[in-house]
């Protein structure tokens, strides 16, 4: 297999490209280094792709009067920023690119906020976001962190092929919010959502069949709720993600869950859940879950050790999605693990020190 390129986002002011050489030569291991390293503003945290030039990257400024910026990439390892503008609210964490609008998640301001696209100059069309707050009624019982709306992600509902669909976590509502377009104004609108356990903190959800998974930061748990879903049914299962979890109250908090696409090499499914600030000196861990008993019961089959430190991002990549890349905030460097008993584990080939790429928080592998 030929080297990968992987782009770096990061709580510096830059983000990091990177080359990954899986090397299946036993005398000739697998390597990870830094081919190059784009400045492009404070806290660089959140990367997304053009779907049809991935040449041209989204970074989301986590900024009180955030930002994002457009980066162009040519055959050189450092990209060029050719276009900025706000991101419609404050801390943008997350961004969907779509064909010709891009869809922002500002996590403190609680609002989603939508800009038309060109992959052309000059890139970005106008230089004011549209914007729509999410609804918030109470606070939460973490008044830290669920005093207001905080949207956390933005991704498709893959789960309905008839119909354009939005799910939005919701860390401080404790909901996921389910958007539509409206015919009149082709804007996304507010048509319902789905209630998490009070208290969780839903951050990030993948699809799988008919089933959403959430996963909620302030519990460490993972949730299943199976479509369709509403605000009157609770979740049919949530159970924790760490095989010893600590008593409450606790620093842990669960970061990111992913759910490759089942393959040729890979056909069983499996759930893959970060878990940030353990205490043991070994580092954070990844949580395995089997989907083997049903779409609809997870059950926690494996915990990887990582050596990693505030685990806050990962990305599967590579032929048939073999690799899994993470990355430590506050320690460990970058790490690249390979799939291993048909993806029910996972096995360490390759790093690179913290002190060459510091601080990474998310990954895109071009």
């Known amino acids: 297999m030929s080297p990968l390129t992987i782009l770096a986002g990061s709580y510096t002011d830059s983000v990091y490209t990177l080359q990954f050489d899986p090397s299946p030569d036993v ?10 390293v784009t400045h492009v503003g404070n806290r660089p945290s959140w990367l997304a792709a053009h779907p049809s030039d991935r040449s041209l990257v989204f970074a989301a400024l986590e900024l009180a009067n955030g930002e994002i910026a457009v980066i162009k990439y040519g055959e050189g390892a450092e990209g060029e920023v050719v276009a900025r503008a706000q991101s419609g609210g404050k801390d943008p ?7 010709d609008e891009l869809i922002i998640g500002n996590y403190s301001s609680g609002t989603l906020a939508t800009l038309p696209i060109s992959t052309a100059a000059p890139f970005i069309l106008t230089p004011k976001p549209w914007t729509l707050s999410m609804p918030f009624a109470t606070s939460g019982p973490n008044r830290a962190r669920q ?29 996921v919010w389910r958007l539509k377009r409206r015919n009149s104004s082709a804007r996304w609108a507010l048509h319902g959502s789905v209630q998490c356990e009070v208290g969780g903190g839903p951050r990030h959800v993948v699809t799988y069949g008919k089933t959403m998974y959430t996963l909620l930061e302030l519990a460490s ?3 299943v709720h199976e479509f ?42 499996y759930i893959y859940v970060s878990n940030r600030n353990d205490p043991s000196p070994e580092g954070d861990t990844i949580a395995i879950f089997s989907l083997a008993a049903g779409e609809t ?7 990887v050790r990582t050596g990693l430190r505030h685990l806050r991002g990962m990305y599967f990549g590579g032929g048939d999605d073999k690799y899994l890349i993470a990355g430590g905030v506050e320690g460990g460097g970058i790490k690249i693990f390979e799939r291993v008993e048909g993806g029910k584990c996972l096995k360490e080939v390759a790093s690179l020190s913290e002190k060459i790429a510091p ?7 071009i």
Do not use: Y
Request: charged share 20%; aromatic share 4%; hydrophobic share 35%.
């Open 228 to 269: 369709p879903a509403s605000d009157t049914r609770p979740p049919q299962t949530s159970l924790s993600t760490l095989v010893n979890p600590p008593l409450a109250p606790n620093v842990m908090q669960a970061a990111e869950i992913l759910l490759p696409k089942p393959n040729a090499t890979f056909p069983d499914p």
């Open 297 to 303: 019961q997870p059950e926690l089959v494996t915990e």
């Open 359 to 365: 601080k990474p928080t998310c990954f895109l592998w």
């Open 147 to 175: 005093a207001s709306s905080h949207p956390h992600q933005t991704i498709f509902n893959t789960m309905d092929s008839t119909e354009e669909e939005l799910l939005i976590p919701d860390l401080g509502a404790d909901k």
């Open 27 to 36: 005398d000739s291991p697998s390597s990870l280094k830094l081919l190059g």
């Open 221 to 223: 748990k993972l949730s």
């Open 93 to 99: 964490c997350t961004l969907l690119v779509l064909e």
